[in-house]
């Protein structure tokens, strides 16, 4: 394939309620993408709770808030994160502070589209909920994954997120992965809840992209500021991630219409 004219596949990992594995997905994923040749970027867009670089025990010098503040570049502020990937940190606590304006939504989007041609995947950590920023993201990505457990609350959230985001953007292209499960059947079931209602009242047929299940090892790695699939490789949690990983690398490998840049303004002119 003809890496030089093709341009990155991005993924938005996101989710209705906060706290559901969306970090731990994203990093892990990428560290999996990668062990499978892709050129993978990870930008941490979350703005209240960012963390993937706590994740993989990096000292960032510069930020997301750096880069749309015009202070760094994203080449400054890009580094190699542990399994290979190359990760743009977030910025903590800046939702308190102020939500991203559009125009620096479109700059960093700009900033981004710069990288696409040296990279095959960019994976954007959304944060949880239906603010502007998070929606932006969702929207202008070729894929949301949205994540969720099996608890009810978290259930109902994702369903809210993808409500929103067909509605602002209709055609979604839309993925669930669900964490935290006893095993493969609950995510199955999990999944096929929330497509009936989605099939049913926003004539949106969803896609399956696996499950995560609930794993001690998870919260180990975490401790040890390490990923759970460096740091337990064989891990019931790490397969889980490698068969999504494989999923995802053969829907990348099909060809994309616009860029991200484009899809992003058309969004928020639109
Ligand atoms: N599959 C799993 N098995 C066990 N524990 C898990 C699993 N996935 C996530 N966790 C635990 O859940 C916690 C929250 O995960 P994570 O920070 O990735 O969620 P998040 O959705 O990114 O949260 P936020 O919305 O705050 O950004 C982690 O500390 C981790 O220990
Ligand atoms: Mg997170």
Request: net charge positive; glycine share 10%; hydrophobic share 45%.
């Amino acid at each position: 394939m003809n890496t030089a004219t093709r341009r990155a596949s991005t993924v938005a990992v996101t989710s209705g309620k906060g706290g559901v594995g969306k970090s731990n997905v994203a990093v892990n994923l990428a560290i999996r993408l990668t062990q499978l040749g892709r050129r993978v970027v990870l930008l941490d867009a979350d703005l209240g709770t960012a963390n993937a670089d706590v994740l993989c025990d990096l000292q960032p010098t510069g930020t997301v808030a750096h880069v749309v503040a015009g202070r760094r570049t994203l080449a400054e502020t890009m580094m190699e994160a542990p399994g290979g990937f190359r990760l743009i940190p977030g910025a903590s606590g800046l939702a308190q502070v102020a939500a991203m304006s559009e125009f620096e939504r479109a700059r960093l989007m700009q900033m981004v589209q710069e990288i696409e041609a040296e990279t095959d995947l960019i994976l954007i950590d959304t944060g949880a909920g239906v603010g502007p920023n998070v929606l932006s993201f969702a929207a202008g990505a070729d894929e949301m994954l949205v994540v969720t457990t099996p608890e009810p609350t978290s259930i109902t959230d994702a369903y809210a997120m993808i409500k929103t985001v067909h509605r602002q953007r209709g055609g979604a292209n839309v993925r669930v992965l669900v964490n935290m499960t006893r095993d493969a059947a609950e995510g199955r079931g999990v999944f096929e809840r929330i497509n009936a209602v989605s099939r049913k009242f926003l004539d949106l047929e969803l896609r399956y992209a696996g499950h995560v299940v609930t794993d001690a090892k998870v919260g180990q790695a975490v401790r040890r500021r390490r990923p759970f699939v460096l740091d337990s490789p064989t891990c019931e949690a790490a397969v889980c991630i490698g068969q999504l990983a494989h999923r995802l690398d053969r829907n990348a490998a099909e060809p994309r219409g616009a860029g991200l840049l484009e899809r992003i303004s058309g969004w928020i002119a639109g």
